[in-house]
């Protein structure tokens, strides 16, 4: 098992997943075998940038510039985690 | 969904696409009758089914059977499926899956292939040491993955294998799987008519979810393994199909939209075709879907009962082979007035009392002698989606 994300980390979204906006249901989903996750705001903005071109930091810059917010390290961080937890990431 | 207002969307599509299959499964889920109902859909009735139940907002789609593998256009529908952005999903015995399709379909666009292992051989206490089912299995599971797709294994259990689950989990470990599905077999159609076989004793579920718990451990992740316990067991019935109307949309070989698998053999329901009825009037319209959505239709006991909306008085077809009632609760409720039919069967299994009647394998003889005999629902017991695609849909928001 490698570690615990980090600012340098690079997710991707895992195999087998996809992640996709459905306008029936006005969210991002998840879709995986024979199954399906609908995201919550905050959860589809960060797999939407899960693209594995950018690192946790660019992420969470990006989120910070977008949402004219600061402070969202420690939420991307745990959020990535659980994330892997599920296989909805990898890296 | 609650029992009020408009339903969500159709989430899923299972599209069985035929009933014809080369296996014999003593459990299979497709109706005892099936030989009577040759008549299937061509493929652009499928084509049209696809982009309908898409544009009403359906994401995953199943392609299953029978033996998906028999439709020679299935690389057709699955591209389209594909394009048209559902995740897609082969359930498949792997009969038939050769390198030349399954590299058609992965161009194609297929997402996830489920390879499933049955009894299809007439040994079924050793099926899992006959070498040609495992060496088929093995084949094609190696073909799934150097493919690049996840491999997802399911296998039915019943009292003729669940001893075996520790064999099962070790050959799934093998293969290299990395979800493995132990689904106790639900009793409904051929299961139904097989109950008395494939009942597991309790001594037999709790030694198999130990073994289970055992190799979670020992797999430390590296494969995910999801038991599910028959609803027999339990005294508290499954919310059916995540609810009726309410995510599943069936389609099967002819073109009939059912809430279930098994829904037809309710009395007194009509169920819309695709070939004269939209999508979106089967699903939000039509007679069949909304009977018994929500919790409107109930009565006493799961009308006033604090734990309507969790499980929506549990399976219709199952009420109605066990009590004769499709607006019945759910025998399994253990506040059922028929819940001792459940009990006596659940008996019968614990005491190993000889059973007379010969194990019937699935076939199109057997299907038209038990079509023949009016095969009649009552005798015994029930569904839930078929044992192949349990639902599993999350919500996080
Ligand atoms: S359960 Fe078995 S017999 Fe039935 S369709 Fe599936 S593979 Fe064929
Ligand atoms: S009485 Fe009906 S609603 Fe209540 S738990 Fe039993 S089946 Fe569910």
Redesign the pocket.
């Known amino acids: 098992m490698s570690t615990a994300a980090n600012a340098d980390t690079c997710p991707v979204i895992g195999r087998g997943f996809r992640l996709q906006w459905e306008a029936a249901q006005d969210c991002h989903v998840l879709l995986y075998p024979e199954g399906m996750v609908k995201l919550n705001q905050s959860a589809g903005e960060i797999l939407k940038r899960c693209d594995g071109t950018r690192d946790v930091a660019g992420i969470v810059a990006d989120l910070e510039r977008t949402f004219a917010a600061s402070g969202l390290e420690k939420d991307v961080l745990a959020f990535l985690d659980m994330a892997r937890g599920q296989k909805w990431v990898q890296w | 969904m609650n029992g009020t207002g408009r339903p969500g969307p159709p989430l899923w599509l299972l599209a069985e696409l035929t009933y014809r ?1 080369p ?3 003593v ?4 109706p005892v009758d099936f030989a009577t109902r040759e008549d299937e859909m061509s493929t652009d009735d499928w084509l049209r089914v696809l982009r309908e139940a898409r544009a009403q907002g359906s994401v995953q789609c199943g392609f299953s ?3 998906p593998m028999l439709r020679e256009d299935l690389e057709v529908l699955v591209a389209e499926a594909h394009r048209l952005g559902y995740y897609t999903n082969l359930l498949t ?1 792997g009969v038939g899956l050769t390198e030349t399709r399954i590299a058609a379909l992965k161009d194609a666009g297929l997402d996830h292939i489920q390879l ?1 292992f ?1 009894d299809s051989t007439r040994e079924v206490n050793d099926f899992l040491s006959h070498t040609r089912t495992f060496e088929l299995k093995e084949k094609v599971a190696a073909m799934i993955k150097a493919h690049g797709y996840p491999m997802v294994m399911n296998v039915v259990i019943h009292r003729l294998n669940i001893d075996h689950v520790d064999r099962i989990i070790g050959m799934a470990d093998t293969v290299g799987a990395e979800y493995l599905e132990l689904a106790n077999s639900q009793y409904y159609s051929w299961a139904e008519v097989n109950r008395e076989h494939l009942l597991p004793t309790r001594a037999q579920i709790a030694r198999a979810e130990a073994v289970t718990a055992r190799w979670r451990e020992r797999l430390d992740g590296r494969m995910r393994i999801f038991f599910v316990v028959p609803d027999y067991h339990e005294n508290r019935p499954k919310r059916c199909m995540n609810g009726w109307g309410n995510v599943f949309l069936t389609i099967t070989p002819d073109g009939t939209a059912l809430p279930c698998h098994t829904a037809r053999m309710l009395p007194g329901l009509a169920f819309p075709n695709v070939r004269d009825m939209s999508v979106h009037d089967i699903w939000y319209e039509s007679e069949g879907f909304n009977r018994y959505r929500g919790t409107g239709w109930m009565k006493e006991p799961c009308a006033s009962c604090d734990e309507r909306e969790k499980d929506l008085g549990g399976c219709r077809c199952q009420a109605y082979m066990l009590t004769q009632d499709p607006a019945a609760a759910d025998p399994v409720c253990a506040k059922s007035p028929h819940h001792q039919r459940v009990a006596d069967a659940v008996a019968r299994a614990e005491s190993g009392a000889a059973n007379e009647q010969p194990l019937i394998f ?1 076939g199109p003889a057997e299907s038209r002698r038990l079509a023949g005999q009016d095969y009649a629902p009552g005798r015994s017991s029930p569904p839930v989606p078929a044992a ?1 695609n349990p639902p599993k849909v999350t919500d996080r928001s």
């Open positions: 299959c296996l014999h499964c459990f299979c889920y497709n059977g029978g033996e015995s499933s049955q699935r192949e």
